[in-house]
């Protein structure tokens, strides 16, 4: 099995795992009752491991994951994800480190 292929399997699975455990928290009987919980207006974002943002970079532009690494674009911390794409074009996409949002995305 190719490195890429096992990071996009070991991604997903640490995903499936992490969504399965929030709904099954949501489905608990024992949850507290809503007039006593507190409510949360936004979810604090948190860091993405280079593993996500490949994952992530893989959904967008199909194709080989060439390099990936930490980066600096637009004075952020970035991971920056070079791709082969299956469309014929060479991408590269940064995500923020901190929040894993979308900073940057060219294509050549």
Known sequence: MNKPRVFTAA??????????????????KTAAPAATAPVATTAPMQEISKEQAVEMA???HPGTVTKAYEDTKKGKKTWEVKINGNDGKKWE?????KTGTLVAEESK
Do not use: N, P, Q
């Not at 995903?15 to 709904?23: C, K, P, R």
């Not at 996409?93 to 480190?97: K, Q």
């Open 11 to 28: 991604a997903l699975l640490v995903i499936a795992s992490s969504l399965a455990g929030s709904t099954f928290a949501a489905d608990s």
């Open 58 to 60: 893989l959904r967008a």
């Open 93 to 97: 996409v940064h995500y923020e480190i």
